[in-house]
C-alpha cells in the first residue's frame, strides 16, 4: 500500500517554523513512543542542529516500557536528552518544566553570569497528531493550546507562558515532502498521523492486522477471538465481533474503521513498532 501526503499548508508552516526557530533557546520534539522514528522529521534534523533539544516520547502508556526505556538511551547516546512523557497525566508537569530547564541550563547559566534573569523559550514542534498541544496543556496546568485527535489542528503561532522563566510555542505540526521509506509511512498511518480521509483504511487495517499477528499474537488473539481462523484477519475480526450485514455479508468497513479505532486507543496491547536496531533503506 502505497502512502503519499503533504498538504499544502504544511510549506507554509515549514516558513513560519524557520522564522521562529531563531527566537527559541531549546527545542522540544514530541515523537509519538510508539514511533520514536517514524514520527520524527528528517527534513528538519539540520534546522535544529545548532539548538539545544529535548526528545519527549509522548502516549509512552500506548508503547511498550522496556522499548521505550531503549529509545531514552538511544537518544541520549547520540547527545540528545530523552523522557517519557504521558500528556493526559497531569503529574508529569513537574518533570516536564524540569526537563525543559535542564536543557536550557547553559544557556541560562552564561546570562546569570552576566547578571541577568534569562527567560528561557522553547518552541515544540513535531509532525501531525504526535500530542504537541496536550503537551503544552499539561506543562501549563490549563487547556492553553488547541488539541485535537485528527492532523492539522493547530496552524497559528501561539504563545504560553509557564512561569515566569518559561515560556512555550506551540507549531503545526509538518510532515515531510515525500517519505520513500513506506514501512514508516504505514505506521504514521497506524497511529493517525496522516489524515485517513486520503487512505484506504480497509487496507491499512489488514495490514496492521497482520504486523499485530507477528508482534503481539497472544493479545491480539484476547481482543478478537477469531482471528487466525481464516487468511482474511478482517473477516475475523467481524466474526469476532458480529459486524455483519444484511444477509450475513462481513462489514469489512466497519470492522477496518474499529480496528484502526482500538490500535490508537491503545485497547489491542501496549506496542512499540520502531525499534533502536532496525535500518531500513529509503524505497523498502
Sequence with gaps: MLVQWYPGHMAKARRMLEENLKLADVIVEIVDARCPVSTKNPDLETLFSQKSRLIVLNKADLAKPSMTSRWIEHFKGQGISAMEFIATNSGMKKTAIAAIENAAREKVERMRQKGVMKTVRALVVGIP????????????????????????????????????????????????????????????????????????????????????????????????????????????????????????????????????????????????????????????
Design 129 to 284: 497528531n504526535v500530542g504537541k498541544s496536550a503537551f503544552i496543556n499539561c506543562t501549563a496546568g490549563s487547556v492553553r493550546a488547541k488539541t485535537g485527535d485528527k492532523p492539522g489542528v493547530t496552524r497559528g503561532k501561539q504563545w504560553v507562558r509557564i512561569s515566569p522563566y518559561l515560556e512555550l510555542m506551540d507549531s503545526p505540526g509538518i510532515l515531510w515532502p515525500r517519505l520513500d521509506n513506506q514501512i514508516y509511512a504505514k505506521r504514521l498511518a497506524y497511529i493517525g498521523s496522516v489524515n485517513d480521509d486520503i487512505l484506504d483504511y480497509e487496507r491499512l487495517a489488514f495490514e496492521l492486522l497482520l504486523e499485530l499477528k507477528e508482534r503481539c499474537p497472544d493479545e491480539l488473539k484476547l481482543r478478537y477471538k477469531q482471528i487466525g481462523a481464516s487468511d482474511d484477519p478482517i473477516i475475523d475480526v467481524c466474526k469476532s465481533r458480529g459486524l455483519m450485514l444484511f444477509g450475513g455479508e462481513p462489514d469489512v468497513e466497519r470492522a477496518a474503521r474499529m480496528v484502526l479505532d482500538e490500535f490508537r486507543g491503545g485497547r489491542i496491547a501496549r506496542i512499540t513498532l520502531d525499534t533502536p536496531n532496525e535500518v531500513f533503506l529509503d524505497g523498502e
